[in-house]
């Protein structure tokens, strides 16, 4: 199997796409006229990095490897200046490019650096996490954390993404549960097959059916709204409460996204009638992501809460669902969001 997609930006940039079996290599990500490649890898990957600039450099153009500190507490500006020092160093030109291994964290940095280094340089996508394939890869959305998760970031595609379901199969189930709870995420908005997959099996889900799955309501949303005007704010269903649980309580974007689901769907069931937030519940209970997160000060879920992107003059806004798969876009009031709260054990 191998499946292609095109998203195409409004100022006419293209990121291609590629989701398939054994498809990591030098070919399908260095761009044919690339001067030289910095290679930016999380230490897990090193190895496959390390093998793919040495692919890289047997096909005729120079590659190095930059192993970057991992995970979201390194996803800062201090890493971000220590890729554009190595750029330096090394007297990257435009016509040179990165290629990123990793996780979302790694290629969230890593497209920064390509949006900003020379005012823009060319980067493609290895995700190696669940997570990574079907959210953070796809869509050009670049950022860092700055007193607040992707508060610092610009949107720019990388040139190729290319996702091997062979990486994403032999992960550690850890990551794959992390990575369910944005997979299944688009199902709930806009997909009944990857819901019917994660019901059916758990995290047993099969990868060949809910990657690709999720990611074709990624493409499709980001082509129709790159700039998150309209309908693109709907792959944020469960990250209001999530994003603030997730610095709160120190937890995981995938654990933080799967609570922020529950608190979603039990505003959802308030606010507009939807009837499956207990059918919801347990499916992400099924997968073993948490459904709660007892423990919590309110007051400082409220206060990481009153920094999300989605709050505008007249308060907070959430995504909501009236039904799987027809989401929308509403203002919260005190009353609902103690809804969303109780749903999910904070007090
Ligand atoms: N992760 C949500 C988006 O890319 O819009």
Not at 241 to 246: D, I, K, N, T, Y
Not at 261 to 273: C, E, L
Request: proline letters at 3%; charged letters at 25%.
């Amino acid at each position: 199997m191998l499946e292609r997609h095109q998203i195409e930006a409004p100022d006419g940039r293209i990121c291609e796409i590629a989701i398939g079996r054994g498809i990591a290599n030098a070919a399908a990500l260095v761009l044919p006229n690339a001067g030289r490649v910095g290679v930016v890898a999380q230490p897990t990957v090193e190895q496959l990095a390390t093998k793919l600039a040495v692919e890289i450099g047997d096909s005729g153009t120079a590659a190095d490897v930059l192993v970057l500190p991992d995970g979201d507490e390194a996803k800062n500006l201090l890493t971000v200046e220590s890729v554009y020092e190595w750029l330096n160093r090394q007297g990257f030109t435009r016509h040179d490019m990165l290629v990123a291994v990793g996780g979302g964290a790694l290629t969230d940095v890593a497209g920064f650096v390509a949006a900003t280094y020379l005012r823009g340089i060319e980067v493609s996508y290895l995700p190696t996490t669940l997570l990574g394939a079907v959210d953070a890869s796809i869509g050009g959305k670049t950022g860092v954390n700055v007193g607040g998760k992707n508060l610092a970031g610009a949107f720019r595609h990388p040139a190729r993404v290319v996702v091997d379901l062979d990486i994403i199969d032999a992960l550690p189930e850890g990551l794959l549960r992390e990575g369910a709870a944005e997979t299944v995420k688009a199902g709930f908005i806009a997909d009944e097959e990857i819901i019917a997959e994660y019901e059916r099996a758990g995290l047993g889900a099969e990868i060949d059916v809910v990657v690709p799955a999720a990611i074709r309501v990624k493409v499709e949303t980001v082509q129709s709204d790159f700039t998150e005007q309209g309908r693109r704010a709907f792959l944020n269903y469960g990250h209001t409460l999530g994003h603030a649980v997730e610095i709160a309580a120190g937890i995981s974007h995938g654990d933080a996204v799967a609570i922020g689901m529950v608190a979603a769907g039990a505003v959802s069931a308030a606010a507009v009638g939807f009837a499956h937030h207990e059918r919801q519940q347990e499916i992400i209970g099924r997968i073993g992501l948490p459904v709660n997160v007892p423990g919590l000060e309110r007051a400082e879920v409220e206060c990481l809460m009153g920094r999300d992107k989605k709050r505008d003059r007249e308060g907070l806004r959430m995504v909501l669902l009236e039904d799987f798969g027809r989401p929308l876009l509403r203002h919260v009031d005190e009353d609902l969001l103690e809804v969303g709260f109780a749903a999910i054990g904070v007090e």
